[in-house]
């Protein structure tokens, strides 16, 4: 096996310890074998480890490996799940609200958003970062949820076919916000009927437990449910949104927008883009339905922070203006970053990207069309070296991309540093998606 | 074409020295070479004035010895008007008392040498942050809640001194009336460390402003140019504190050739929203002229975005690096705004010269008789 244990554990950790997913990645990986570093070397990794190791460091003690931990590990689960539930209960004794959020992409940003806009008229706690299997959910309930709290802004994520169910049985929220659905899971869950599906699942649970009106949608869904649920909720920035976002205009400074909420008023906020104004929206619904001050929420868009990797900026030298939106990316969000960016105006503008992850059998369709899109917007490409950058090239020279403005290199480093010497002052640098796959360079743990 | 002898003005006795060779030195470099001919003028860390081609070159300040450099010639700037100067026209590059509190702008008035201004008044009044907050006070001005004291008052009646602070509220900053920059500047949050910190400062001024911490708002500077008749605010920006910046900065230096992209240490425009900008700038150029400037000035202030509240700190009658990057960010290249400065400074000498100096009269000759 020639790929570094450090990067074999890293691709199992981010594939949910999916042993069938970590072979694809490893076959796709062969010939060039960057090393990665896990994000947190958790217990049940270094256990692991440990036993890959001793058995030899073949694929196959990899399998057992994997094997061996998880009846432990089912114990483990059972019993913090029980106890998660129980103060989980406390706390809503006590008043405490639970809203979930779930979605294809967005979730970090939404919930980041309805942090902050609640937090000054009640107090909140959320799901820290990305945490948002059950285990990681459970943990946090138990050793960080304060106990006066009264809002709960808890992540769902959804990694197979029933998850969904499972953490909505497991938090019986009063809440529900949607995100958009799109092609982000292709991968996990092989179309897009299948993830609607999972997702749909949410609706029912509402519909069941408590009433559609208590879940809200983001219209980019409104094609996906409307026929089947009519009386569901939506905000975003089409007619069916109750509240909606009716115009925006971006600078360097921050997004103005014109709202519906569902009054109309005026906001400001200095998060860059329309979509991010589209994702604090549901606080104004939540806001109403908690019998919070709508006033404060608005006050309060004018003072949130930069959310970390989504379109973070760094105001460099020389008006440069790099912007941050590594966490992520795929077909549909490509589209706010480059609004944002046709919005700027830069002098130049330059996009560095990996492509999207995850796009299973989609995958040379959506990064031609993507190549042939930055060919109509931007000035300049960097691409890190994948297995798709060729139908980023294809598509680059087919819509019209100049060929000289275009480089490929190891890493999204390497490849922003050869663009570097065309960068001039007023540029905008847009560093988008692929950060979850390929950053880190740790070294000479090789392991052949 | 006869070009202008520019003297560009900078050094000086102040713990701000070193920042004002740096505000000099850019301006230096960037002033039009078809337009101008650049005197340099050096005021040493002791108080003597010099001259001379090499104080043009950054590399010689690395090595030179400030207190008494070596190599220059030594410049008098005679008083008498109609003395022969040594340049036409004079931009001030100075930061701190020396320089930027009224002393070399009463040298060049008394030598009829226009400058960019403010002029003795506005410079002197701006530049003591007890009478600053006095006169912004009485104009109406939103400021931070704030008392101030004497070394003398507090050496004599220390209690009473604590009192008035605590009366305050806790945590304040204590501040010397003629300090630079940070330079000196304390906070403190508790009882216990007041007349420790109050010793600090006091070493640095007899004058001491304290001011009540503003909350739940971010800093915001914006530049003002012009003079009375023709005056602009810029872009604003939020400067940046080196410790949030420097998480950045190591993240986005991984690569290595990035240095230099990241550098910043502002955001520009402040990420404020555009009702909250108009209001920011109309307030500084209110400032602006209750102080009686000209010339280019930057005024700091912290407002707080959600309730659109603005507080004023300060005015800075010459800001560091002449705040050129607020002016590019706003549309006027440096070099223009060097030809901008000695535009304002022959309007301003050309509007005193205006002025009725005389008048005939025959008060001397009835006290002979």
Known sequence: MKLPTTTLLTILQQSEYDLHK???????????????EPENWTPKLKVIRLLFILLGSQWWSLELAVRLTQPIEWLIRRRVYGKAQARLLQLKKSGAQCVIIAGSFAKTSTKAWLAHLLAGECSVAATPKSINTMLGIAHWILDEVPADTKVLLIELGEYRPGDLKELLHFIQPSYGILTPIGLQHLEMFGSLESITHEFRSVIEWFANHHAISHLISTDHNHHLFAQHFPQLKYFGDQPASTWRLLESSVTKAGTEAEVAIPEKQHLFTPILGAHQVINGLPAFWLATELQLQPEQIKKRFATMPYIHRRHEPTFAANNVLILDNSYNTNATAIDSSLAILKDLKPTRSFVITLGFTETGEQMHTLHHQLGAKLAQQIDYLGLAEAPWSTDIVAGWQQGGGNPEHLVIAPTIDTAFAELQPWVIPGSVILFEGGYQEVYVRSGKDTHE | MNKRKLGVLFGGVTVEHEVSVITGQQLMNHANPDLYEIIPVYVDKQGQWWTGDVLRDPEYFKTANLLAPHGLQPLLLDPNRQSAHPFEVAILCFHGGYGEAGNVQGLLELAGIPYQGPGVVGSATAFDKIITRHVLGSAGFRQAEYTWFTMHEFHQNEDQVLAKISELGLPVYLKPANGGSTVG????????????????????????????????????????????????????????????????ADKYERGGKKSGMASATRRIPAPISASLTEKVQAEAINIFRLFDCSGVIRIDFFVDPSEE???????????????FYLWEASGISYPHLIDRLVEIADQKAARQANLTTSFESNILAKKQT
């Open chain 1, 22 to 36: 970590t072979k694809s990645w490893m076959t796709e990986h062969q010939v060039a074998t960057p090393t990665l």
């Open chain 2, 185 to 248: 500047i304390e906070k403190v949050s508790s009882e216990v460390d007041l007349s420790a910190a109050i010793a600090r400062v006091g070493l640095f001024d007899q004058r001491i402003l304290v001011e009540k911490e503003i909350t739940d708002c971010i800093e915001i500077n914006v530049s003002v140019l012009g003079i009375e008749g023709d005056i602009k605010a810029s872009v604003p920006e939020q400067p940046i504190k080196s410790a949030d910046f420097l998480s950045y």
């Open chain 2, 309 to 323: 509240t603005i507080f004023v700190i300060e005015p800075n009658t010459i800001p560091g690096s002449m705040s």
